[in-house]
C-alpha cells in the first residue's frame, strides 16, 4: 500500500511554495493519485498536515483553523 510520508508531505508543500500567497486548503495539496481511496486520502493528509506543521515551525508558512474540526489552510509566511 502506497503511503506519504512527512519528508514527502514536506517536498509536496514546498512545490507550490510560490503559489501560496493565499491561503490554501491542505486538502487541495494531497496527489490526486491518492484520492482514489479513503485510505490513500487520509495517509496524503496526515503527510501534508506533519509537513505543514514542521515548515511552520521552521517560520516558512502560517496555518489557520477558524473552528474545531473545519478544514485547515496554509499560506507562505507573510
Known amino acids: 500500500l502506497p503511503l506519504l510520508t512527512t519528508e514527502e508531505g514536506i517536498k509536496r508543500i514546498r512545490t ?4 501560496l500567497s493565499n491561503w490554501k486548503n491542505l486538502s487541495e495539496l494531497i496527489p490526486k493519485e491518492f484520492n482514489e481511496s479513503r485510505v490513500l486520502k487520509k495517509s496524503g493528509l ?3 498536515f506533519a509537513g505543514s506543521l514542521e515548515l ?3 517560520g516558512n508558512i ?3 483553523q477558524n473552528a474545531l474540526f473545519d478544514n485547515i489552510f496554509i499560506r507562505q509566511k507573510q
Open 62 to 64: 502560517e496555518i489557520k
Open 16 to 19: 507550490f511554495v510560490g503559489k
Open 46 to 48: 496526515a503527510s501534508i
Open 56 to 58: 511552520s515551525k521552521e
